[in-house]
């Protein structure tokens, strides 16, 4: 690892794979995710394990990502819907002058490259967000949304494994028939 700065608040978990040139302060981060170059990740951000943080990205105080989530290049977290650079004032703003808006990535979830994912917002379970989307509402779980703003464009079609199993029996059943 070269040119890695990890604060020691960070707390890491095991097997944490770090590329070069990630910035780490005051956030958790889970076994066997890994980090790619350029990232970085903020204080009170926390993300899971089996995570993939792709290059480039930017994840901002106030981010929860859960477990198994791919987050693409160059993702973008906003936490402060209305910023300001000055105070009432004049002075450059400080934590007391505005507050953290939250963000959740649930577990299996998948964020395209070049995405903005703005404060307030639940990315559900095993959703998929498309390349170049903005996130302005909650993403239900399963769910493929894509667009600015993002919009659900299909759902994601699970099944259990009995009904995969009733699935490739009825099959093979099709196929023996002749003709
Ligand atoms: C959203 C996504 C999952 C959809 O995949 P898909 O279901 O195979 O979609 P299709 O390619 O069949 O496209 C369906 C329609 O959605 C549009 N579309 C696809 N992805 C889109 C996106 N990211 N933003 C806007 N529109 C999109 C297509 O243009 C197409 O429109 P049309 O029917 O008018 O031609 C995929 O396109 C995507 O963006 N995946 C993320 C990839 C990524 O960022 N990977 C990380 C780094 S490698």
Redesign the pocket.
């Known amino acids: 690892m070269e040119f890695v700065s990890i604060a020691p608040d960070v707390k890491l978990g095991e097997n944490v794979k770090i590329h070069n040139f990630v910035n780490l302060y005051g956030c958790e981060i889970g076994d066997n995710t890994r980090i790619g170059v350029f990232v970085e990740i903020q204080k009170n951000a926390k993300v899971g394990k089996y995570c993939k943080i792709?290059s480039h990205t930017f994840i901002c105080e106030g981010v929860t990502i859960e477990d198994n989530v791919?987050i693409?290049?160059s993702v973008v977290f906003i936490n402060d819907t209305y910023p300001r650079a000055t105070n009432g004032n004049g002075m450059l703003q400080t934590e007391k002058d505005w507050k953290v808006g939250p963000i959740l990535v649930k577990n299996g979830a998948?964020?395209?490259?070049?995405?903005t994912i703005l404060c307030n917002v639940t990315i559900g379970e095993n959703a998929?967000?498309?390349?170049?989307?903005v996130v302005t509402r909650d993403v239900p779980p399963n769910a493929?949304?894509?667009?600015n703003p993002a919009r659900i464009?299909?759902t994601i079609t699970l099944f259990s494994q009995a009904e995969k199993e009733e699935l490739q029996y009825a099959l093979h059943e099709f196929l023996k028939k002749p003709g």
């Open positions: 792709s791919f693409g290049h998948s964020i395209g490259s070049n995405c998929i967000v498309g390349a170049g989307s493929i949304v894509a667009g464009f299909r």
